[in-house]
C-alpha cells in the first residue's frame, strides 16, 4: 500500500530531489556526462562514447546509457538529464530502508537510515549534481542487501542476485565496483556462524557472475581501440593509486589530516551518530552476523579510499552509504523517540512547498541554451555557434547538449541567432541571454525579415 512508512519514506526523497530539478543547473562534469549521454542518442555508435567530437574512454558506459534513454523520453533539458539520478534515489531510499530493517527489525532506525545518508552535506551535494555516485550507490548497496540475506539464509539466488549487481556497478564506474567482493573476503577473518569453505566457494561464484555483466563492453571497444587499455586502466584507474601519472592531476592529492577534518567538519550531525552506533553494537553482547558483515564494509571501505592519491571529497558518498545504517541506530538510540510517524506529513509539507515555490524564469545557466533554441524553433532561423571564438570545452558540451546541430559559418543575406563569447559580442544584434561565458544574440542583417 502506498501509505506504508516505506513508500512514504521513499517518497520523501524523491520529492526532495526530484522538486525541482528542471531549475537546477549543469556545469563541469555534469554538463558534460550530460552531452555524452545525449550523444549516445545522435552518434553512429551507441557503444562507443564521445564528448565534444572525441574518444571518450574515462569511464564505462551504462551511467550514460540510462541518461539517453531518460533524454530520449523526455528531451535534451536539465530535467531530462537528471531523472535518472532521481530513480537511483528512490531505489537507494528503497533499499537501505529494507536493509536496516532487516537488520534491526525496527521501524524508526529503517526510515532514519536513508534520512542519514541523504541528508549529508557531501551526498546532498553530489546527488544534485548530474553525477555517478547515485547510480552507482543504488547497485552498491542493492548488492550488499542480497549479501546480507545470503549470510542469513544460505541461498544461492542471493549471490546471484549479487553477482549481477556487482557487475552492474563494475559498469558504471570500473572497479569501485568491486568493493562488495572486497569486504566479502575479509569477513571470512570476523564471521562465525558460516562454513568458511562454502562462503568462499560462493563469494567466487558471485565474482564470476559478475564478469560477462561487463566484460563483453570492454572486449568490444579494446577490439574497436587499443589505446583503451592505457588511457582508461593506466592513466584513470591506477593512476589514482599512485602507479603512474594521471590526466586528471588536477585533483587534489589531500593530506590524510584534511581529509579526516573534511569528513568530520561536512559530517558533524552524522560522523558522531555513526561512531555512536558502531560503538554501542560492538560492545552489545550479541552482534549478528549481518550486523558484523556491516560493520566490516565500512572498515574496508574506509581503508580502500586512503590508498586512493586522488583524495576527491565526493569518494566519501559511499562511506556514509554503508555507515549511515549505523548512524540510524546511534541517532533512534540515543532520540529514544518515534522517527517513522514523521514521515506521511513531512512529505506532504515537503511536496507543498515544491508545487507553491514560484518558478525561476530568468535564464543564468546553460540551460539559456535550451531557450535559444526554442526561439530558433518558434521563428525559424538557424542557429550559429563560432566554435573558433568558444574555447571552454564546458561551454561546447552545453551546445552540444542543448542545442544539438548548428552551423559553424554565419549564413548571408538571413536573420540567425548566435552563440559567442560573451566578451567579444556582436556590435548591432540583439543580446537575447548571457550566462556562464557566453552570450545568446539575434542578428538581423540587412534586408532580411523575421
Known sequence: MFNSVRNWTVFFFVVLF????????LRGDSINYAAISRNVLTGDNPLILTLNGE?????????????????????????????????????????????SKKLFDDEDIAVATPMMFFFSYIVYKNT????????????????????????????????????????LAVFTKGPVGYSPFITSFFFVFFGRGIDKRK????????????????????????????????????????????????????????PMWQYLKYLFLHGIYFTPFAIYGMVKLLRSRYTSETIKFMLVTVGVYFVVIHFVKTK????????????????????????????SGYVRPAAIVLLSMFAFMPPVTKPTTYDALHFAKQ????????????????????????????????????????????????KTGIFGAERLYEFRDLAVYLVTPKGSAL
Open 18 to 25: 526530484a522538486g525541482r530539478i528542471g531549475d537546477g543547473d
Open 55 to 99: 574518444l571518450y574512454m574515462n569511464k564505462p558506459p551504462l551511467f550514460f546509457w540510462l541518461n539517453a534513454l531518460c533524454i530520449k523520453i523526455f528531451g535534451a533539458t536539465v530535467f531530462g538529464a537528471k531523472i535518472a539520478v532521481v530513480a537511483a534515489v528512490a531505489g537507494i531510499a528503497w533499499v537501505l530502508y529494507n536493509l
Open 128 to 167: 544534485q549534481m548530474l553525477k555517478m555516485e547515485a547510480l552507482l550507490s543504488f547497485f552498491l548497496i542493492a548488492c550488499t542487501y542480497f549479501l546480507v540475506l545470503y549470510i542469513q539464509n544460505q541461498s544461492r539466488v542471493y549471490i546471484f542476485m549479487a553477482g549481477i549487481l556487482m557487475g
Open 199 to 254: 562462503y568462499i566457494a560462493d563469494m567466487f561464484l558471485m565474482f564470476f557472475i559478475s564478469i560477462p555483466v561487463y566484460a563483453w563492453w570492454y572486449a568490444y571497444v579494446l577490439m574497436k581501440n587499443p589505446y583503451f587499455f592505457d588511457h582508461y586502466v593506466i592513466k584513470q584507474n591506477l593512476a589514482r593509486f599512485g602507479t603512474e601519472e594521471s590526466e586528471t592531476a588536477y585533483y587534489a592529492v589531500r
Open 312 to 339: 576527491e571529497h565526493r569518494y566519501l558518498y559511499e562511506l556514509y552509504l554503508f555507515a549511515s545504517v549505523f548512524a540510524a541506530y546511534g541517532f533512534v538510540r540515543l532520540l529514544k523517540r518515534n522517527v
Open 375 to 422: 526561439t530558433a524553433e518558434a521563428r525559424n532561423l538557424p542557429i550559429v555557434a563560432a566554435k573558433s571564438e568558444i574555447t571552454n570545452p564546458h561551454d561546447i558540451a552545453a551546445m552540444d547538449y542543448f542545442v544539438g546541430k548548428y552551423l559553424v559559418e554565419r549564413p548571408k543575406g538571413t536573420a540567425y541567432i548566435e552563440i559567442v563569447n560573451k
